[in-house]
């Protein structure tokens, strides 16, 4: 009877033993997989931040170094006219999936695309104005023709980009590009011109023959 009841007791202390270690697994599992699953997110606001790049150019492309220490950029519009859209490229020294957060663009543009490129790196276009998305207003520029010291910052809106989640002793990298019009805009009128060179073509090939 005593040797049964011990080996009872050893054969709950076996299970017990067993399923500890189940549940450490399942915790270091957990642990490995949200490490892997880090997700950083951007949003762009429009703020008052002291450090200003200043866009000159409609098609202006400046670059993008984050880290999760210093993970915002800010810029203002100089060129006098309202940019339809914002394009970031980004990558970054360990491979993230980089998303739009919540009200990503809210207030300034309406849509918002996510395209991952071959080369690994991520595309965010910010684009699309309407009565409820202003598009990035320009600064009051002397003459709208921009300004280049940071010590000047025309009066007007400035924006910042901010990207969360970057972790630690990692690099973020890249350029963002802004335009007018938006892409959907150039999209459909190369699409168009496309189009048009195409059905000249055809109709000069059936006039020849």
């Known amino acids: 009877m005593h040797l049964f009841a011990t080996f009872l007791t050893e054969g709950v202390l076996v299970k017990v033993t067993k399923l500890f270690f189940l549940v450490a697994l399942v915790v270091f599992a957990a642990s490995v997989a949200k490490a892997d699953g880090i ?19 409609p098609t202006e492309t400046f670059p993008i170094v984050a ?21 970031l490229i980004l990558n970054a020294t360990v491979p993230l999936d980089f998303n739009f957060a919540d009200g990503a663009a809210d207030g300034i543009f309406s849509t918002l695309v996510k395209t991952i490129n071959p080369d690994g790196s991520t595309t965010l276009h910010f684009f699309g104005v309407d009565e409820s998305n202003t598009g990035l207003l320009p600064g009051s520029c002397a003459n709208g023709d921009g300004d280049t010291d ?3 910052i025309c009066p007007g ?8 989640g970057i972790p630690d002793g990692v690099t973020v ?3 963002a590009t802004v335009a007018t019009p938006e ?10 011109l496309i189009g048009i060179a195409g059905f000249r073509r055809r109709r000069a090939t059936r006039s020849q023959a």
């Open 39 to 57: 997700d950083p997110t951007v949003i762009i606001r429009q703020v008052d931040p002291p450090l200003v790049i200043p866009v000159i150019t």
């Open 67 to 87: 880290t999760s220490a210093i993970n915002t950029f800010s810029f203002q519009n100089d060129t006098g006219d309202v940019l339809n859209s914002l394009t």
């Open 150 to 152: 940071l010590d000047d």
């Open 157 to 164: 809106p400035i924006y910042t980009v901010e990207i969360d």
């Open 173 to 175: 990298f890249g350029s």
């Open 183 to 192: 892409p959907a805009t150039l999209l459909l009128l190369s699409t168009g």
